[in-house]
């Protein structure tokens, strides 16, 4: 395996591969969407939503919990998923940027 010198990029650029590298399996996209369609939910809730079973849900959510895509808060035995707004904020005004300078570019 090759060494990806991290260190060469810009904190910006470590920043958004890491939270992109994140939400790259259809799984973690489908999770993300179906937040967006609730308020919140349990991780049971999800499993009913998806073709995968529990442990590999599970395993898809604490990806996107590392990444602070989604918060969890414990509510009895279960813990209740919602998106981190702030987490999408940052992806949110990266493609804002983007968006702004392809404005000014022909190609």
């Known amino acids: 395996m090759g060494v990806s010198k991290t260190e060469f990029f810009t904190e910006e650029q470590n920043q958004m591969a890491s939270l992109f590298k994140s939400i790259s399996h259809p799984a973690r996209i489908a999770i993300i969407q179906y937040l967006l369609s609730v308020d919140s939910c349990i991780c049971g809730d999800i499993v009913n939503e998806l073709p995968l079973a529990q442990p590999t849900v599970s395993q898809h ?3 996107l919990k590392n990444a602070n895509i989604i918060k969890g808060t414990i509510e009895g035995t279960a813990i209740c ?3 981190n707004q702030d987490t999408i904020a940052v992806i949110q005004d990266y493609f804002k940027g983007i968006t702004k300078q392809l404005q000014n570019k022909c190609c």
């Open 61 to 63: 959510l604490k990806e």
């Open 81 to 83: 998923y919602c998106l």
